[in-house]
């Protein structure tokens, strides 16, 4: 039972690293990412072990979790940008006619702080 799990786990592992495109492609840049053979990945893939190694288990999962932090880090940097643009136009509203825009602007304000570290 326990090794179904991990072997469903690592099917699905090898699937999040290699992305978008043909299974080929997919078993490639996984393999590129742990370091292991495509042949290895590809048993992985398709549950071909029945008991897979811890050693290839663990290393696996720390490129999921290296995988997982840039995807975070990517969406900090683009939640950054965004609060920069809210800020930016609402600045832009300001210097244009701050009495007409008054309602816009507090709805940008909003968005940049509601955006960003101070979020979480």
Do not use: C
Request: avoid cysteine; charged fraction near 30%; proline fraction near 1%.
């Amino acid at each position: 039972m326990r090794a179904e799990l991990i072997a469903d786990e690592m099917a699905s592992a090898v699937r999040l690293l290699g992305g978008d495109g043909t299974a080929k492609e997919q078993n490639w840049r996984a393999s590129r990412i742990t370091g292991l053979s495509q042949t290895v990945i590809e048993r992985l893939r398709w549950k071909k072990i029945k008991r897979i190694p811890a050693d290839i288990a663990d290393t696996v999962r720390e490129a999921v979790e290296k995988h997982n932090e840039k995807g975070l880090a990517r969406a900090r940097h683009e939640a950054l940008i965004h609060q920069r643009r809210a800020e930016f136009f609402a600045a832009q509203l300001e210097a244009i006619n701050s009495d007409f825009y008054r309602a816009e602007i507090a709805g940008l304000r909003g968005q940049a702080t509601g955006l960003g570290y101070g979020a979480d």
